[in-house]
């Protein structure tokens, strides 16, 4: 098998959530191993967030966990116990990049932050995500999902004509989707310059900033003219002639997109079910697609033929966003129990023996179940 | 990086090339993606169509009555206007990607042949995957929202979809064709075989949108628009509006911060029970907003630990405390077009922020600027 763009590259992944762990993903995707460490007392929350029963291993069970961090070893040890720290700055040794969106500070407490991996290992590139950045009097504040729609400027110009601003909401979180994109491109262009000097880099990405780049040409647009008004347009866009969704005899909805006035389009939508309406419409050269939703997409074969991926239990997973030569991925191993690896990774990379194992077991540094208590 | 001054991607050259005839959307990727390269400083040479990139005059534009949108994508790069219709204008385009690293094209293009037997590797944007056989569709960026998944999540359930606001379909997949571009660079840099890229934004959005997905096969019932029956609701304030938001552990500090005992009620204490009691939930936390400013709630949320989001327009980010402190907003004086303001790539590299350089002007034929 010929070499992947990232094959021999080891990741550290304290990613949780989608920004940081789909970043980490989408390094395995290229290549990368992917070493994700969790502890006991602190699981990704999507372990939790999308908990589907009460049974013992219910933590094993999320879909969102399963989705975003298939072809990843999974380790637990904790973070706030001194040998728990201790055997990841050794793992970190071991390792090209570490990739984390924890709070400001929480990494850095535990001793496991740049300043503390980089001196153990020069060559870690250490990309940090958080809401805000690592700098600036806003650091330390919190967000989730569409905190940062509404702050970014993008809620500003989303909603229905003149009425009040909206956002992509906690079934879309759309800013955590688009800083792992934009995050995995910069990582590996550390990677090469890592490669190339033998020096790491400490990578800071604001998730805001990064949803307030999608909306650049507005900011800049706005900074130009004091004068211009932000206000909402619904589906219309400036430029665009006629663009809305209708309502078609089915119940269902299209998108259309006109270059020229089609005044009659929504009675022409009511009086078609939605499959003959955009055929119809495309046949007479104007942009029409249906308003899909997630079982259309399950279904669409074609469309998700690389997007969406199985793994070897049959389960559903997240697939790649591009092709690489044509293709999607193979799914190698399913997302990881909790601590499933750590055994096999403490022995193969730092060459722990039994007694060692036990004895990390024994001090609740290792783990297999949480000891978060009831959720 | 090994001095102050040199860029990451300095030592690598990308072709842009901006077939005729192409759909928008699509030059909207793969010009973003140009951008975060040149940005990092790789060469990028955009090869433009006589009469120049259709995005040259496309909203919002500036007063000057330039296109904002071209100035902001097309950053530090270079031009040079090719006649691809012309067998010289091919010749030179061929010439160009047997010397560079990359060559980031839209399908259908006239020249897809030609840019992939260069040496450089092809980084193909396009609106759908192959599987589908519509490269020839009539296409925007509105109807690949509404393909992806992404129109039937935003609104309200008894109205119509909405779309998000700006490009979000061709920013998606711009990153998307930059995350595969730095992937083929690496690969050229390590001596690999280096993979194709294949963007589609109808992939890109549907990916994006992976818990519609994610949600349909777990439980046979899609995600969809939730509005005012959702948990997070748009509430307004003394001088705008702020999303209220937060994660399930965050509920009993939201409480605490809303301070009203009728909170207390366990109709109210887990997740089904308040969206199943969202209205009744909603007017008993709507009125602490109403005689607050965004950033006085923004202080008290934050002190609890709650993710609120106050909404803020385009023009307030300019003077938002945060981005001015990080140098977020980059001053840009233009040769004609004098100064320009805004957001440089989202990153710090070390400390460092990419200052991004003007758009280049029209150039002359055969000319590059």
Same mark, same amino acid.
């Given at each position: 098998?010929?070499?992947?763009?990232?094959? !021999?590259?080891?990741?550290?992944?304290?990613?949780?959530?989608?920004?940081?762990?789909?970043?980490?993903?989408?390094?395995?995707?290229?290549?990368?191993?992917?070493?994700?460490?969790?502890?006991?007392?602190?699981?990704?929350?999507?372990?939790?967030?999308?908990?589907?029963?009460?049974?013992?291993?219910?933590?094993?069970?999320?879909?969102?966990?399963?989705?975003?961090? =298939?072809?990843?070893?999974?380790?637990?040890?904790?973070?706030?116990?001194?040998? $728990?720290? =201790?055997?990841?700055?050794?793992?970190?040794?071991?390792?090209?990049?570490?990739?984390?969106?924890?709070?400001?500070?929480?990494?850095?407490?535990?001793?496991?932050?740049?300043?503390?991996?980089?001196?153990?290992?020069? =060559?870690?590139?250490?990309?940090?995500?958080?809401?805000?950045?690592?700098?600036?009097?806003?650091?330390?504040?919190?967000?989730?999902?569409?905190?940062?729609?509404?702050?970014?400027?993008?809620?500003?110009?989303? !909603?229905?004509? %003149?009425?009040?601003?909206?956002?992509?909401?906690?079934?879309?979180? @759309?800013? %955590?989707?688009?800083?792992?994109?934009?995050?995995?491109?910069?990582?590996?262009?550390?990677?090469?310059?890592?490669?190339?000097? $033998?020096?790491?880099?400490?990578?800071?990405?604001?998730?805001?900033?990064?949803?307030?780049?999608?909306?650049?040409?507005?900011?800049?647009?706005?900074?130009?003219?004091?004068?211009?008004?932000?206000?909402?347009?619904?589906?219309?866009?400036?430029?665009?002639?006629?663009?809305?969704?209708?309502?078609?005899?089915? !119940?269902?909805?299209?998108?259309?997109?006109?270059?020229?006035?089609?005044?009659?389009?929504?009675?022409?939508?009511?009086?078609?079910?939605?499959?003959?309406?955009?055929?119809?419409?495309?046949?007479?050269?104007?942009?029409?697609?249906?308003?899909?939703?997630?079982? %259309?997409?399950?279904?669409?074969?074609?469309?998700? !033929?690389?997007?969406?991926?199985?793994?070897?239990?049959?389960?559903?997973?997240?697939?790649?966003? @591009?092709?690489?030569?044509?293709?999607?991925?193979?799914?190698?191993?399913?997302?990881?129990?909790?601590?499933?690896?750590?055994?096999?990774?403490?022995?193969?990379?730092?060459?722990?023996?039994?007694?060692?194992?036990?004895?990390?077991?024994?001090?609740?540094?290792?783990?297999?179940?949480?000891?978060?208590?009831?959720? | 990086?090994?001095?102050?001054?040199?860029?990451?991607?300095?030592?690598?050259?990308?072709?842009?090339?901006?077939?005729?005839?192409?759909?928008?959307?699509?030059?909207?990727?793969?010009?973003?993606?140009?951008?975060?390269?040149?940005?990092?400083?790789?060469?990028?040479?955009?090869?433009?169509?006589?009469?120049?990139?259709?995005?040259?005059?496309?909203?919002?534009?500036?007063?000057?009555?330039?296109?904002?949108?071209?100035?902001?994508?097309?950053?530090?790069?270079?031009?040079?206007?090719?006649?691809?219709?012309?067998?010289?204008?091919?010749?030179?385009? $061929?010439?160009?990607?047997?010397?560079?690293?990359?060559?980031?094209?839209?399908?259908?293009?006239?020249?897809?042949?030609?840019?992939?037997?260069?040496?450089?590797?092809?980084?193909?944007?396009?609106?759908?995957?192959?599987?589908?056989?519509?490269?020839?569709?009539?296409?925007?960026?509105?109807?690949?929202?509404?393909?992806?998944?992404?129109?039937?999540?935003? $609104?309200?359930?008894?109205?119509?979809?909405?779309?998000?606001?700006?490009?979000?379909?061709?920013?998606?997949?711009?990153?998307?064709?930059?995350?595969?571009?730095?992937?083929?660079?690496?690969?050229?840099?390590?001596?690999?075989?280096?993979?194709?890229?294949?963007?589609?934004?109808?992939?890109?959005?549907?990916?994006?949108?992976?818990?519609?997905?994610?949600?349909?096969?777990?439980?046979?019932?899609?995600?969809?628009?939730?509005?005012?029956?959702?948990?997070?609701?748009?509430?307004?304030?003394?001088?705008?509006?702020?999303?209220?938001? @937060?994660?399930?552990?965050?509920?009993?500090?939201? =409480?605490?911060?809303?301070?009203?005992?009728?909170?207390?009620?366990?109709?109210?204490?887990?997740?089904?029970?308040?969206?199943?009691?969202?209205?009744?939930? @909603?007017?008993?936390?709507?009125?602490?907003?109403?005689?607050?400013?965004?950033?006085?709630?923004?202080?008290?949320?934050?002190?609890?630990?709650?993710?609120?989001?106050?909404?803020?327009?385009?023009?307030?980010?300019?003077?938002?405390?945060?981005?001015?402190?990080?140098?977020?907003?980059? %001053?840009?004086?233009?040769?004609?077009?004098?100064?320009?303001?805004?957001?440089?790539?989202?990153?710090?590299?070390?400390?460092?922020?990419?200052?991004?350089?003007?758009?280049?002007?029209?150039?002359?034929?055969?000319?590059?600027?």
């Amino acid at each position: 098998m010929t070499k992947r763009p990232l094959s !021999g590259v080891r990741v550290l992944d304290f990613g949780l959530l989608t920004a940081g762990a789909n970043t980490s993903a989408m390094l395995a995707d290229l290549g990368a191993e992917v070493l994700k460490i969790e502890s006991g007392a602190y699981l990704d929350p999507f372990r939790v967030v999308g908990k589907i029963d009460n049974d013992d291993g219910w933590w094993n069970r999320s879909p969102q966990f399963r989705f975003t961090n =298939r072809n990843k070893r999974g380790l637990a040890l904790n973070l706030k116990d001194p040998q $728990g720290q =201790r055997v990841i700055r050794a793992l970190a040794a071991q390792c090209d990049v570490v990739v984390e969106n924890f709070r400001r500070g929480v990494l850095d407490r535990a001793g496991l932050g740049y300043r503390d991996l980089s001196a153990v290992n020069s =060559r870690i590139v250490f990309a940090a995500i958080s809401s805000q950045g690592d700098t600036g009097p806003e650091r330390m504040n919190v967000s989730f999902g569409s905190t940062l729609d509404a702050t970014s400027g993008l809620a500003a110009l989303t !909603g229905y004509e %003149d009425e009040e601003p909206r956002i992509s909401g906690m079934d879309v979180n @759309y800013p %955590d989707q688009i800083v792992s994109l934009f995050a995995t491109g910069i990582v590996i262009t550390a990677i090469m310059e890592a490669r190339r000097t $033998g020096k790491g880099c400490f990578l800071d990405f604001s998730q805001r900033e990064v949803a307030s780049f999608t909306i650049g040409e507005e900011i800049l647009a706005a900074a130009a003219d004091p004068q211009r008004r932000c206000r909402r347009q619904g589906n219309q866009a400036e430029g665009i002639v006629q663009q809305d969704t209708y309502l078609c005899s089915d !119940g269902r909805w299209i998108a259309v997109t006109c270059d020229s006035e089609q005044p009659d389009l929504a009675a022409f939508c009511a009086g078609h079910a939605s499959a003959d309406a955009v055929a119809e419409l495309l046949m007479r050269g104007i942009a029409a697609a249906p308003c899909n939703d997630g079982n %259309d997409l399950l279904q669409d074969k074609a469309l998700a !033929g690389v997007t969406l991926a199985r793994d070897r239990r049959g389960t559903l997973v997240k697939g790649l966003p @591009y092709r690489l030569d044509g293709k999607g991925i193979a799914v190698e191993r399913p997302a990881p129990d909790l601590g499933q690896h750590t055994d096999e990774v403490l022995r193969g990379l730092l060459g722990y023996d039994d007694a060692m194992l036990d004895e990390l077991d024994k001090s609740g540094v290792t783990s297999t179940t949480p000891t978060i208590g009831e959720v | 990086m090994s001095t102050a001054d040199s860029l990451p991607l300095e030592r690598f050259t990308i072709v842009e090339v901006n077939d005729r005839d192409v759909p928008l959307c699509l030059r909207l990727a793969s010009s973003l993606a140009a951008k975060i390269a040149a940005d990092l400083g790789a060469t990028v040479l955009k090869v433009e169509p006589p009469g120049g990139d259709p995005v040259r005059r496309a909203p919002p534009l500036l007063p000057q009555g330039e296109s904002a949108l071209f100035q902001f994508l097309n950053t530090s790069k270079r031009s040079l206007l090719l006649d691809l219709a012309t067998d010289a204008g091919r010749a030179a385009l $061929g010439k160009l990607t047997d010397t560079a690293d990359a060559v980031l094209f839209e399908e259908p293009a006239s020249i897809a042949s030609l840019a992939r037997a260069g040496r450089a590797t092809a980084i193909e944007i396009a609106a759908f995957p192959l599987e589908m056989q519509a490269a020839h569709r009539p296409v925007s960026e509105f109807t690949i929202l509404a393909l992806g998944g992404l129109l039937h999540m935003v $609104g309200e359930p008894d109205r119509k979809p909405l779309r998000l606001g700006g490009h979000q379909a061709s920013y998606a997949a711009g990153l998307t064709a930059f995350t595969g571009l730095a992937a083929a660079l690496a690969a050229r840099d390590a001596d690999r075989a280096a993979p194709s890229i294949r963007v589609s934004l109808a992939e890109v959005v549907q990916w994006v949108n992976w818990k519609a997905a994610s949600g349909a096969a777990a439980s046979g019932q899609s995600p969809g628009r939730e509005g005012k029956r959702s948990e997070f609701q748009i509430v307004p304030c003394r001088d705008g509006h702020v999303a209220v938001v @937060y994660t399930v552990t965050q509920w009993p500090a939201t =409480r605490a911060l809303i301070n009203d005992s009728r909170l207390d009620d366990p109709k109210f204490a887990n997740r089904a029970g308040r969206r199943q009691h969202v209205a009744a939930l @909603y007017e008993i936390i709507a009125p602490w907003f109403a005689d607050k400013t965004r950033a006085e709630i923004q202080v008290l949320a934050q002190a609890k630990g709650v993710p609120f989001g106050p909404i803020f327009a385009p023009a307030e980010l300019l003077k938002a405390d945060q981005y001015v402190a990080r140098g977020f907003l980059a %001053d840009m004086t233009h040769p004609t077009l004098g100064a320009l303001r805004l957001p440089q790539l989202p990153v710090q590299w070390n400390g460092r922020s990419f200052a991004p350089r003007p758009a280049p002007e029209l150039p002359r034929p055969g000319l590059p600027t």
